[in-house]
């Protein structure tokens, strides 16, 4: 079966980091996603990673270890409208087919 | 344009209707795709279709029927609803299938009485 887990929820207070871990047991294996999901929003594209490392955008980071199964999501200089749902998503075929772990809501403090 | 449009944003119906959602993207992408999410939930894929053609259908009940009419446009046919099938219904897009970023639409909230 397909596992993806991640934690349910994580607080933190504005201009801190926070890093969101993901790890995954997968049939396959091509690619890990991290989107944001505001409440009643759809999900928009954060980053990828396919290669083992870091992958760096502005405030946004994520690393990848295959090896390990395991993903983070780092989020520098927090700010409130960072509040939001956090999903990492595993493709798992060479096709379109996305599995998403069930999400980490970031509750983000003044 | 970097959007995805769906309508109606809410819909109410009873298990006897039909109806129809409506999904459209004119970024030229050949991949679009169908997601149930129900509250507090990750969005569970359902169908992919790609050049127009169905790609994967994820054992949907048949009470769903996608259509994808030509590239921009895709469409999810409901008949004989149940009450746990209410929930956000999202289409994405993608420029090939398999292509890494799918852009998703604000999604359909449908509720079925």
């Known amino acids: 079966g397909q596992n993806i887990d991640q934690p349910t929820e994580m607080t933190a207070t504005e201009g801190a980091i926070v890093q969101i871990n993901c790890t995954y047991q997968?049939?396959?294996?091509?690619?890990l996603f991290w989107y944001q999901q505001h409440a009643g929003e759809a999900p928009t594209f954060l980053s990828y990673?396919?290669?083992?490392g870091l992958e760096e955008k502005g405030r946004f980071s994520s690393f990848l270890s295959r090896s390990k199964g395991y993903s983070y999501l780092l989020l520098k200089e927090l700010q409130m409208k960072d509040s939001a749902s956090y999903l990492c998503?595993?493709?798992?075929?060479?096709?379109?087919?996305?599995?998403f772990g069930a999400g980490t809501q970031v509750v983000v403090t003044p | 344009d970097t959007e995805v449009t769906q309508t109606p944003k809410h819909l109410v119906m009873g298990m006897t209707n039909k109806k129809s959602l409506k999904c459209e993207q004119h970024?030229?992408?050949?991949?679009m795709y169908w997601y149930k999410q129900k509250a507090k939930k990750p969005p569970e894929l359902m169908f992919v279709?790609?050049?127009?053609?169905?790609?994967i259908n994820e054992s949907v009940p048949s009470r769903f029927s996608p259509e994808c009419p030509n590239s921009s446009l895709l469409n999810l046919h409901l008949h004989a609803l149940q009450p746990e099938d209410s929930a956000l219904y999202l289409c994405?897009?993608?420029?090939?299938?398999?292509?890494?970023?799918?852009?998703f639409g604000p999604g359909t909230r449908l509720t079925v009485t």
């Open positions: 970024m030229g992408h050949r991949a």
């Open positions: 994405a897009s993608s420029q090939e299938e398999g292509a890494y970023e799918q852009y």
């Open positions: 279709y790609s050049y127009e053609k169905l790609s």
């Open positions: 997968t049939s396959g294996f091509n690619g």
């Open positions: 990673n396919v290669l083992d």
């Open positions: 998503a595993v493709r798992t075929d060479s096709w379109g087919k996305l599995q």
